[in-house]
């Protein structure tokens, strides 16, 4: 699986989009960007995942370069409550058997929302 | 609710004692994955299983051992020879590969600390 790149932690203010990027540079055509977050002390959350195309869900936006070296994830209007470590991973074919199994969690963003 | 139950949230450990985690779920999962997580690092796999009766080593498998007997439970033994057993214990389960997005859902976790 591809190697991701993240900075080590990121503030924004409460109410206005949160913007994390990830570096994926070495992803090869199969491969999906899924993202994940981890509220302090709580198991890892699914957010939302892209192959290529643009993707919106009720939790967050993604957005993949035409490239796919990159993306970003949006949280359009943060609350307190997105303080956590967010986790952006790459990975072939999410359809395959036992593929989760290849999900490598780094160490992630840490976002703080601030008041 | 569907989801995933660990238990217990917090349990102390003398050295050389071994200790049973407890994981749960009621999501008619296949799929079920231990991993450990240490203070500010990711997510690293201890081991998985992709059916009843079957699993294999993860990453840092050497001093735990699980069982699969029923589909859904997936119980952890952190044995004596785990040298640095203190670690906070994630529990993680997907569905079958044909019906969608191969995404893990999370148990809360269990923090194991030695003493």
């Known amino acids: 699986d591809a190697k991701t790149t993240q900075p080590t932690s990121m503030d924004c203010a409460e109410g206005r989009a949160a913007n994390l990027p990830c570096n994926h540079s070495?992803?090869?055509?199969?491969?999906?960007v899924y993202w994940y977050r981890q509220i302090h002390s709580q198991g890892p959350q699914y957010i939302i995942h892209?192959?290529?195309n643009n993707e919106t869900n009720e939790m967050a936006s993604l957005i993949i370069t035409e490239d796919r070296k990159s993306s970003t994830l949006i949280l359009p209007h943060a609350t307190l409550r997105d303080t956590a470590v967010y986790y952006c991973?790459?990975?072939?074919?999410?359809?395959?058997?036992?593929?989760?199994?290849?999900?490598?969690f780094g160490s992630g963003t840490q976002l703080t929302v601030l008041p | 609710d569907g989801g995933i139950t660990q238990s217990p949230k917090y349990l102390f450990r003398k050295e050389g004692q071994n200790v049973t985690l407890s994981c749960e779920q009621n999501?008619?999962?296949?799929?079920m994955y231990w991993y450990r997580q240490d203070p500010g690092q990711g997510l690293r796999l201890i081991y998985y299983?992709?059916?009843?009766?079957?699993?294999q080593k993860g990453d840092i498998a050497e001093g735990y051992s699980v069982s699969r007997e029923k589909k859904e439970s997936f119980p952890l033994t952190v044995t004596s020879a785990q040298k640095n057993p203190t670690a906070f214990y994630l529990c993680?389960?997907?569905?079958?590969?044909?019906?969608?997005?191969?995404?893990?859902?999370f148990g809360a976790g269990s923090r194991l600390t030695v003493l």
């Open positions: 993680a389960s997907s569905p079958p590969p044909n019906s969608g997005a191969n995404v893990l859902t």
């Open positions: 070495t992803i090869s055509g199969n491969e999906y």
């Open positions: 892209g192959l290529k």
């Open positions: 991973i790459v990975r072939a074919n999410p359809y395959s058997s036992g593929s989760a199994r290849q999900l490598t």
């Open positions: 999501l008619n999962h296949d799929a």
């Open positions: 299983s992709q059916i009843v009766n079957d699993f």
